[in-house]
């Protein structure tokens, strides 16, 4: 149904740097806004051009059990050599409310959801530069209950999947050559903006409620690259989420 809104999760990362402007820890805020999905979700960021052993400590996390993520003593993802900071194992582990289904996808239908916080903590200051946004690989993993496997990522698009991926996945004739995140149209599976997203509610497509996000999709990011704000023409509120 192309609704994007399996998982919505808004976020702020705040970054604590010493007098030489090197980041010392770094601090993701996040709450889990919804979740229109009728399997299970896991989230994770990946610091790309951080080592595991680079960090020190991972504080906040909501792992309830070890699948899909097990994570060593430091709170980094077991067996990959980059930084993979899981976030929660279940969107359930997070919102405990006995939502059914959908979480805050069909109108006048709405549930209070917690705020949680990470904080990372670095063995030594890095560069601002390696835990830029540009190196900031957020990812869910999708798994059925009676089948958890830690093998399917979604990312978004221009980023790379982890090593635990299975590649196979990534294959498929419609997928672009070189972002294996975005369809040969210029359609993908995940989307990040700078400010709160107005989600699609249950069954209705992005590209309804949002009059211009396919323009924008299809012309590479190159037009239309203020699809997502509320001005006038842009978007079908009919088709938005309303509590």
Known sequence: DYDMNDLVLSFRITYFTNSLNKVTKMK??????ASGSGIQIASAFQLDNIASSSIASVSGQELAGTSPFSVTANGTELGVSKAVIPIFNN???VVTDDFGILLNTVDGIHFNTPSGSLTIQFTSPQETSNVSMDAFNFFI?????????RSKEIHLPTFHPTTKIDATLLTGDQLNYSDKYKYSDGMMWGIMIPEKFYYPKE?????????NFFRWATSGGVEFTDWYKD?????????????
Not at 28 to 33: A, C, R, S, V
Not at 141 to 149: E, G, I, L, W
Not at 203 to 211: D, P, Q, T
């Open 28 to 33: 993701f805020d996040h709450k889990i806004l």
């Open 91 to 93: 969107v359930r582990d």
């Open 141 to 149: 993993v999708p798994y059925k209950s009676d089948n958890v496997s």
């Open 203 to 211: 069954y209705e497509s992005i590209g309804n409620a949002y009059i």
């Open 231 to 243: 001005l006038e023409g842009y978007r079908d509120n009919s088709k938005i989420y309303n509590n």
